[in-house]
């Protein structure tokens, strides 16, 4: 009489991590979980992820990790394909939540940009815009962040894991200030900060150590810019110095939430900023 077989364990689900327009620095936010990431592989079978693996198995995969923005006509092809090879697909970073510090050219001349750039722009494949993952194809979450937070990556996955909805806050920098017992650097110094309007994440990094808040997360769930920008004015900005202030990593996403309150309130003093 044969002895039966010991059962298998079931399969881990498989995991991918992919890369578009972008600086790999929220992949790299993986590879720096350190002590979390062994229980994240004991968990998960890391099945395509080229920072960490020269050996990637092809799809599917139950879920998956993009980072970066669409800005090639191949970048719309490639997000379609993995999404069709996706259950889930979470975005990481303001690249793939917004479309990065890069779609600063949305607002600008690409062509000369190419021209100026490039010796031979002819041989440049690009499309005229940078737009974020969710502009192509349904995307199941978007973690935040230039670059994203490990703890908060961490919650992601494991939210993934117990089949939950991650436990990400939606309110502004300001919280987490006072969580920490900072003190207002806008109040108490006269610098210009966007903590009020900006998605927490960080911690409250920048004003922990005196500087005013710059964005880096994106809009927070609720915004009140016409009430932010006369106080940037007061502490010394120009109109020219608030739009460079707002337009940096998330300048797709800040430009939408001006637009947007400019559309409800009528003209404001934010006006122009767009």
């Known amino acids: 009489m044969r002895t039966p077989a010991p059962p298998q364990p079931p399969a881990r ?3 991918g991590v992919f890369k578009f327009a972008s600086c790999d620095g929220c992949q790299l936010t993986l590879l720096d979980c350190e002590d ?8 998960l079978e890391i099945a395509h992820f080229l920072e960490a693996s020269s050996e990637p198995a092809p799809g599917p995969y139950d879920l998956v990790l993009v980072e970066g923005s669409v800005s090639t006509p191949e970048h719309v092809e490639r997000i379609r394909r993995i999404r069709a090879d996706a259950r889930h697909l979470v975005t990481i970073g303001a690249c793939a939540t917004a479309g990065g510090v890069q779609a600063l050219r949305n607002y600008a001349d690409v062509e ?4 100026t750039v490039y010796a031979r722009p ?9 737009t974020p993952i969710s502009a192509h194809v349904p995307v199941d979450f978007e973690l935040r962040g230039c670059p994203i937070d490990r703890g908060q990556l961490v919650e992601v996955i494991t939210a993934f894991l117990a089949g939950r909805k991650p436990a ?25 900060c966007l903590g009020p309007v900006t998605h927490a994440g960080c911690g409250a990094l920048c004003p922990t150590y005196g500087r005013g808040c710059y964005g880096c997360f994106g809009p927070a769930g609720t915004t009140n810019l016409p009430a932010l920008v ?3 004015q007061r502490d010394g900005m120009s109109e020219e110095d608030i739009g460079r202030f707002l337009h940096t990593f998330n300048v797709t ?10 559309e409800q309130h009528g003209t404001t003093d934010a006006e122009g900023l767009g």
Do not use: D
């Open 13 to 15: 689900p498989r995991l």
């Open 36 to 43: 979390e990431l062994l229980g994240i592989a004991a968990e």
């Open 112 to 115: 000369g940009y190419l021209a």
């Open 122 to 130: 002819e041989y440049i494949e690009t499309l005229a815009t940078s």
């Open 168 to 192: 990400i806050p939606n309110h502004s920098v300001c919280f987490s200030c006072k969580r920490r017992g900072n003190v207002c650097v806008t109040v108490a110094h006269g610098t210009p």
């Open 230 to 232: 006369p106080l940037m």
């Open 253 to 262: 996403a800040f430009t939408a939430v001006e637009e947007q309150e400019q």
